[in-house]
């Protein structure tokens, strides 16, 4: 697909997005939810980034303002009310991100004394520390874009919140991250730690703590960033699962961004990032899921491995700039080759997807939200991708 009509694509899907789920006034009622949401941020940025039109700004950071008042405040059918961080109207208005902020699922959260069933699990509300970072995330690229320094405050102030409550330390001394935690963060719903959490919130703290540097904020995440460092040595980051592949792969790219404008010193771990991300590549490439009908495959996670995909070619540009390290191009270089013998499979997959017959399968429909965002962010991935 050339630019110009991957460009109209993007536009029609996130306008589409934001009549479905209520960001634009309608007749549906508003529907947030973190992931989904998140990407969606970035790519009214990237959109407004390509066409210069103040439009697309605005709906950034008017769904900025609809996920605090919705996922930062309990629920509708919870007899608790008001922000979850317990803070007045005023102040929670001012620091809406202070108690975290919850999933968006439809289901209400466990109970502690409610028994625990797995796949129950995934329907109920609550708090995920992947999503909080991808918050996060989109948060610190609103602060970038806008010049306005409270979306970066509010993303520390999301990470200082949220770390005090998922980190905990087990009976061994060993530290981990709670996989979901209640909406009050008051007790885990799911104690076992997620594969890539640390690193997300490793690269996710090191992308805020610099951009308050550059506007002076008066936070600090030293401390927090000290501890995901910890939690992530002598990890090996390699999934089967295409999501996580593209994630770290993504990771990867945002890493290479911190080395090369902050003088991170990382370059280890971005060549193990790589290491691991192979092996995911090369198992997606074998799996032969492109010969499975839309019906049996799941569409946000191949478009995760898709997104992953371009950052490998950004990668690449990236590194190749005569300004790079000649070492981290020298310790980068073969790997990274390595990675673009797998990019055609993003565009399979994108093209896969923009067929009309296959985003009529159950499995795209019972998705569609989020499938619309990763495959928006897939044909542009700038404004996620980007720091």
């Given at each position: ?41 970035c ?5 407004y ?14 769904l ?22 317990g ?41 995920y ?27 520390i102030?999301?990470?200082k919140a ?16 709670y996989?979901k935690?209640s ?37 600090d995440?030293g ?37 090369i ?8 771990l ?9 092996i ?43 300004s790079?390290?000649?070492r ?20 399979m ?20 939200d989020i ?9 542009a ?7």
């Amino acid at each position: 697909m050339d630019q110009n009509s991957s460009k109209s694509v993007v536009r029609e899907i996130m306008i589409e997005f934001a009549h479905l789920t209520g960001l634009i006034p309608d007749s549906v009622p508003s529907r947030r939810y973190l992931w989904t949401d998140a990407f969606a941020v970035c790519n009214f940025l990237e959109l407004y980034a390509q066409t210069g039109q103040e439009r697309f700004k605005q709906l950034a950071v008017d769904l900025v303002d609809q996920v605090h008042r919705r996922l930062g405040r309990h629920r509708d059918d919870d007899p608790r009310i008001g922000w979850i961080s317990g803070l007045d109207e005023s102040s929670g208005g001012m620091h809406p991100t202070a108690g975290g902020l919850r999933i968006g699922k439809k289901m209400k959260e466990r109970k502690p004394s409610d028994p625990y069933d797995e796949q129950l699990e995934w329907d109920r509300d609550g708090q995920y520390f992947h999503y909080l970072t991808k918050w996060m995330h989109a948060l610190n690229r609103v602060s970038r874009v806008t010049g306005d320094s409270i979306y970066n405050r509010w993303a520390i102030e999301l990470a200082k919140a949220t770390h005090a409550k998922f980190i905990h330390v087990t009976s061994s001394g060993e530290k981990r991250i709670y996989w979901k935690m209640s909406i009050d963060l008051t007790y885990p719903l799911e104690s076992s730690m997620g594969h890539h959490d640390p690193l997300d919130g490793f690269i996710t703290y090191l992308e805020l703590q610099a951009s308050a540097r550059q506007t002076s904020t008066d936070l600090d995440l030293g401390s927090e960033i000290l501890d995901m460092a910890d939690m992530c040595k002598g990890k090996i980051w390699s999934t089967a699962d295409p999501l996580g592949c593209g994630e770290l792969l993504s990771s990867a790219y945002k890493l290479a961004q911190l080395i090369i404008d902050e003088g991170f010193d990382e370059t280890g771990l971005l060549g193990v990032l790589l290491d691991d991300s192979l092996i995911g590549a090369r198992s997606f490439d074998r799996s032969n899921q492109s010969i499975l009908s839309a019906d049996y495959r799941l569409a946000f996670r191949e478009l995760g491995f898709s997104i992953g995909l371009h950052a490998v070619e950004k990668l690449r540009r990236l590194i190749n700039q005569p300004s790079s390290n000649p070492r981290m191009k020298h310790l980068l270089h073969k790997r990274i080759e390595s990675l673009t013998d797998y990019t055609h499979l993003g565009e399979m997959i994108e093209l896969y997807w923009l067929e009309p017959v296959n985003r009529e399968s159950d499995s795209w429909v019972a998705h569609r939200d989020i499938n619309m965002v990763m495959l928006a962010t897939s044909l542009a991935p700038d404004g996620y991708l980007s720091l």
